[in-house]
Every structure is written in C-alpha cells, then in structure tokens.
C-alpha cells in the first residue's frame, strides 16, 4: 500500500509531512507504518517502515533524526547525523539534508519553518510539553539560529481533539494553579470529567510566541483508527501496545 502523507500548504515550499499509519510493513495491533523503536513492534518491521519515511523525505535513514522524547521542554540544534539521541522533545536545524523528525500517538507533532531564513523544527508537544514551554522553545532555538520570529510558521498535526480527551479534576487543577485562564480548554464532561482541547492549547502557546502563522490539520488521531495510532484508543481497547506516527520536515 502507498504511504499517506498529510502536507499543510503553510509549509510550502519546505518538505514536510504528516504520515498516517497507511502503507507500513508493521501486522496486529501495529498494522500500518509504525515507526517507533520503543514499541515491542518487530524491529525489522520498525526499521522498514522508517526507511519507508526516510525515502519519502528523499534522504538516507540515516539522515531522518529523531531525539528520545521525554516529554519535556528541551530542544537539540542539529548541526549534522549522528547516531545519538538525546533525551529532548524538539529539533531544529539550518543544515540542508537533514529530516528532523516527531514520534507521536495522541500528542501534537508540530512542524516549524522560517523559508526564508531558511531554518526548521519539529516538536513533540503533549500536554506536559506545551505546558512547560516546549513549542516557545522551539521558536527561540529556531531564531538562534537565524530565523525572523514573524516569517516563522507552524502546524499542528493529528493529535487527539477534544471530544476524545476526558480527563479528572486533578488534572484541570494543575492547569488551573498555573493560570486561571487555562480554563477556556476545558469543558464539562460527565459528572467530575473534564474534556482538554489540546490543540487549542497549542495554538494559543505558538500565537503568543509571536510567530508569523500557525495552525491544525484538524486530524483527531482517536476517532479514526484506520489513519492514525492512538495511546488511548490502545489503552481503552485494553491492547498491550499501540504504534507511533511519524512526522518529518527538512530543508
């Protein structure tokens, strides 16, 4: 099967996508294109599958860099390939050739460009992550580099929406005793459930970084299993693992 591959014309002309788990050497639970090492997935099907992505991003897999993602606020600049993966949640690089590349399944994946400045990056931004700052890192790093905060341009790709995303009240309280304000990505679920917009949280972090653009693909990794792998879709199905997307951009 062909590999699906979901672009964002705010990206253009930069190479990039968003791959669904469409097209992918992985069977079971994983069927599809999993891309995640950490899975207990096969790792020969894991492996083709990154390759599989590698040459759709038109570079060698060695050239697809990844980081072991903590969720954190941590961002690596990456001068070049290297077998290292350093515990970060973000990447950013002016080096031609290079694919920086998110692991997720729930969480947002977000794509980050400055086509002029010719400078990129990619995040994996949960709701511990952007909480703590990793999308407003990611510009920071990017503008280190040499990128103009107001040409920077983001998406948010499939990540789980709000309708899927229940959470308790200890969860809403530890929004709330960060910001009152917090409270306009909650609404009432059933009896003391809350639901999380997590992407509109996202996009509000990415406004107020005072970047140029951005947006959401308004793909909801949940609600549609033949597209997308999801941790809690996996967790309420009781299923002993799930794959991870893959999400990639380079120069």
């Known amino acids: 099967m062909t590999l699906e591959i979901l672009t964002s014309d705010l990206l253009s002309p930069v190479h990039h996508g968003f791959f669904t ?3 992918g050497a992985s ?11 950490g899975s207990s997935d096969q790792r020969e099907a894991v492996l083709l599958n990154r390759a599989r992505a590698a040459e759709a991003m038109g570079v060698a897999v ?3 860099i990844g980081v072991h993602q903590v969720h954190s606020a941590d961002v690596v600049t990456v001068h070049g390939a290297s077998d290292a993966r350093p515990h970060a949640d973000a990447l950013v ?3 031609p050739g290079l694919a920086l590349a998110i692991l997720t399944a729930d969480c947002q994946p977000v794509l980050f460009c400055d086509p002029d400045a010719q400078v990129i990056g990619a995040a994996h931004a949960g709701w511990r992550g952007a909480l703590d700052g990793v999308l407003e890192a990611t510009v920071e790093a990017m503008v280190a580099l040499g990128a103009t905060r107001e040409n920077i341009r983001a998406v948010i790709g499939p990540t789980i929406s709000q309708s899927a995303y229940e959470v308790g009240p ?9 910001d009152p304000n917090h409270a306009q990505y909650f609404i009432q679920g059933e009896n003391d459930r809350m639901l999380f917009d997590l992407p509109a949280l996202g996009l509000a972090k990415l406004r107020a970084a005072g970047i140029g653009q951005a947006a959401w693909s308004n793909h909801c990794t949940y609600s549609d299993a033949e597209r997308f792998y999801s941790f809690r879709r996996t967790t309420h199905a009781k299923e002993a693992d799930y794959g991870r997307l893959i999400s990639c951009i380079r120069l």
């Open 27 to 37: 069977s079971g639970i994983f069927k599809g294109l999993n891309c995640g090492l």
């Open 93 to 95: 690089t002016n080096q």
């Open 62 to 64: 060695e050239n697809l």
């Open 170 to 178: 200890e969860f809403f309280d530890s929004f709330m005793s960060q």
């Open 21 to 23: 788990r469409r097209g």
